[in-house]
């Protein structure tokens, strides 16, 4: 990493939750702002494309069907003419854009995160690999091809969404790649004040422990929003609070006041000397390790559910087909084996 300075921008903004053409609307108009203020890098929060599932901690599985089919309707298949809207903005205004949207591939949907590079590549597409409680009812499970770290315009990038960074292999997976700004995505308008406490601890220690950047983006919901998903006040309750998009430093530091209430975009400049300042005198994947001792094993392989092979072909004549299987019921072939074989079974 060349540059000594670079600015960032991380947004607290409300989605919309009818339209996710309307909610694109919002993002690009973000990237705009933060451009115009010289910002190189913006983060929104998780999920933010249309909108984070907020219906599915309040209602009961079997009230919140229509609302996840109305998500299916609305959510993102990568690529689209609605990631290219996304692409083209970090193109034109030559800033890097991470992105959380529900993405939708074929019949599930996925908690995913996509990092555009400032030409408008998308360098980074990766899934949670764990959605969390309620969660679960709508997102399926990402694999171990996504924890990585990527190069881009601002440095090397690393992704975590929400309570991933709660399981601290997965984050040692990014840090031992050496990630120098680490990009965080929580919902936002979630759980309550002590949701935002234990991120803001949670981020702030991945700061430290890490000694790179962390920029954090949570999500907003109006007080109209909020009614929407639910008329129950009590309800409504688990829908405040849990806001702390913070932009930290690899000293476990605020850059910037966090942004706790109301819609804001937080820009703060990076001394990316920092980096080696705390590293100097701790670095977890360097002098500070023992991985004779300790190490982490990752499986990044993209996971599938049909996976094909192109096995050797053998030429098996009908006259010995004939010999080999008489008395037999049914032929098969190991297709674990390094050449093709024939399995006889009485």
Partial sequence: MDKKIVRVAAAQIAPDLVSREKTIAHVLEAIRKAAAKGAELIVFPETFVPWYPYFSFVLPPVLSGREHIRLYEEAVVVPSAATDLVANAARELGIVVVLGINERDHGTLYNTQLVFDADGRLILKRRKITPTFHERMIWGQGDGSGLKVVDSAVGRIGALACWEHYNPLAR??????HEEIHVAQFPGSLVGPIFADQMEVTIRHHALESGCFVVNATGWLTDEQIASVTPDEELQKALRGGCMTAIISPEGKHVVPPLTEGEGILIADLDMSLIVKRKRMMDSVGHYARPELLHVSLDNRP??????????????????TRTETDGYQDVSFDRNADQRVAVLRR
Avoid: C, W
């Fill in 172 to 177: 040692y997976t990014l840090m031992a790649q």
């Fill in 303 to 320: 996971t599938a559910p049909l996976v094909t092979a192109n096995l050797p072909t053998t030429d098996f004549s009908a006259e010995q």
